[in-house]
């Protein structure tokens, strides 16, 4: 116990780096900081219990003793459909409700970012494809098309993953880079 | 008050049978909730003509059961979230104490939206002591049909454990959660509390595909309370039961024994589970108020009383031998 003390010391200084070693996961939308999120989870399993995509899963013993029991997404096996009822389920401030409307969702959300990868992207190579765009639940907003359907992610991306979700290139030529703060 | 006319009222003879009632209800729900969500999960998908035929089948039980209630289940379903660690009954967010304490442990924070959901529990645990323990705890069902298991196998001839410990071990092991959720910045206790475990493994077993690690551990409490001490996680280690009994400790209900009708069976201290004395009227601040000991007393000597401190010792029961010999001795040193 007293070595999962220090270990649990060692890495609450610094969870980001922790969490960047393991697998690139995303907490569920409206999560807070990551260190905040870890205090204030109390591993109910609400959230999963709400998700009607079933995309949130908990962590077992393999992300650390912190993380345990603590709810993640893996964009490329299923993406968030930002429902946003796991945040009026989670009754510890963990994952923050937020209003299912367009406006709130780009404002609070901030799940990660998504990334193109113009040497895997089929639309770079040539080979109209356009899928991820078709996939985003804010097109146009957090991704436009360009000539030949090349995607091009902005700002305003919120990270649910629906387009590594859906990408047909293999790798993904998408990825969402997690903001777990 | 003339306590020598006193009779327990006489359904609280049957209030183990309500209790059981109420322990079966909680895991039953606890079983019932993962299996509307995976329900609620089709149903929002559309996907009837997509599913393995064994998954139709669910399908279509659940539907059966639950068509009465809801045309719309993927949404309306969504009114009882949750366990009894934490929940969500129709708007009423409810959760347990031990989650409100771990979770100021581990934020250093006071996080009032959530402290209160844990506020009816509290005062339920103010009046009534640690009833969660013994009338709702889904982890205490098991380990009470587990103490079954144990009687019988002890009568097939295996070799079960009866050893004791200090009773005052779990609150050290409370306090030790709480210190390392501190230092983790994580609820550490919620790993360790059987009812949150069983209540989420329940529902990773239903509905994630598998049960987790902590299925590992209360599978190892389950072997502890087997093979080394009955009752041994709820009475020597958990944390959630030191936290219950610390805040039911001036419980206002609580029982008593009527020394006028007690023979001395000692049957009451037999069957309770949590190794109290009720037969010398030693209840403490452990006692659940499961009313086994009302339930098993074959002369209708235990009965409740409502007083914020326990009775203090009675001595022999009036119709215990000991009893008699006390007065035959008395009446000849009178002659």
């Known amino acids: 116990m007293g070595g999962g003390a220090l270990a649990a010391l060692a890495t609450a200084g610094a969870p980001s780096t922790a969490g960047a070693a393991s697998r690139r996961y995303l907490r569920p939308p409206g999560a807070v900081a990551e260190e905040e999120f870890l205090s204030r989870c109390i591993h109910c399993g609400q959230c999963g219990e709400a998700c009607p995509n079933r995309c949130i899963k908990y962590f077992g013993a393999e992300n650390g003793h912190a993380a345990i029991d603590t709810p993640y997404i893996i964009p490329r096996e299923k993406g968030c459909i930002l429902c946003m009822k796991c945040g009026d389920v989670c009754p510890s401030g963990a994952i923050q409700p937020i209003p299912r409307e367009a406006e709130a969702i780009l404002d609070n959300v901030a799940m990660g970012h998504a990334v193109v990868d113009e040497n895997l992207c089929l639309s770079f190579q040539g080979k109209t494809c356009g899928v991820c765009y078709r996939a985003c639940p804010l097109p146009d907003v957090a991704i436009y098309v360009a000539m030949l359907e090349q995607p091009h992610v902005t700002d305003k991306c919120v990270g649910c993953g629906l387009c590594e979700r859906s990408c047909i290139q293999m790798p993904q030529a998408i990825r969402v880079m997690p903001n777990r703060g | ?335």
Not at chain 2, 153 to 181: C, E, M, N, P, T
Not at chain 2, 296 to 303: Q, V
């Open chain 2, 1 to 335: 008050m003339t306590a020598a006319k006193r009779k327990p009222f006489f359904l609280w003879r049957h209030l183990n049978k309500l209790r059981w009632l109420s322990l079966s209800l909680v895991f039953a729900m606890l079983v019932a909730l993962p299996c509307l969500h995976v329900y609620q999960t089709y149903r929002a998908a559309h996907a009837y003509d997509l599913l393995a035929p064994s998954e139709q089948r669910f399908y279509d039980i659940m539907e059966t059961l639950t068509s009465p209630l809801t045309d719309d289940p993927a949404e309306d379903l969504d009114v009882v979230k949750g366990s009894t660690w934490s929940g969500n009954f129709w708007g009423l967010k409810l959760s347990d104490p031990l989650a409100a304490l771990g979770h100021i442990s581990a934020g250093l924070t006071l996080y009032w939206p959530f402290l209160l959901t844990a506020l009816i529990p509290l005062v339920i645990t103010a009046i009534f002591g640690r009833i969660f323990c013994g009338w709702l705890c889904p982890a205490n069902f098991l380990y009470e049909l587990n103490t079954n298991l144990t009687a019988w196998l002890q009568w097939a001839g295996l070799k079960v454990g009866h050893r004791r410990f200090d009773r005052r071990i779990k609150y050290l092991v409370l306090a030790v959660g709480l210190l390392l959720s501190v230092f983790s910045g994580s609820i550490m206790v919620a790993a360790v509390y059987p009812p949150a475990i069983v209540g989420r493994e329940l529902y990773y077993g239903i509905a994630q595909g598998g049960f987790g690690v902590g299925m590992v551990f209360f599978a190892g409490t389950l072997l502890f309370d087997l093979l080394v001490a009955r009752r041994g996680f709820c009475r020597y280690l958990c944390p959630g039961g030191a936290l219950y009994s610390l805040l039911g400790r001036y419980r206002l209900v609580r029982l008593r024994r009527l020394v006028e009708a007690c023979n001395d069976c000692r049957k009451c201290n037999a069957v309770c589970e949590f190794e109290l004395d009720p037969w010398r009227d030693g209840f403490g601040q452990e006692c659940t108020n499961c009313a086994a000991c009302i339930a098993i007393c074959p002369t209708n000597a235990m009965t409740f009383d409502i007083r914020p401190f326990d009775h203090p010792e009675q001595g022999p029961g009036h119709l215990g031998q000991r009893y008699r010999r006390g007065r035959e001795e008395q009446m000849d040193e009178a002659v």
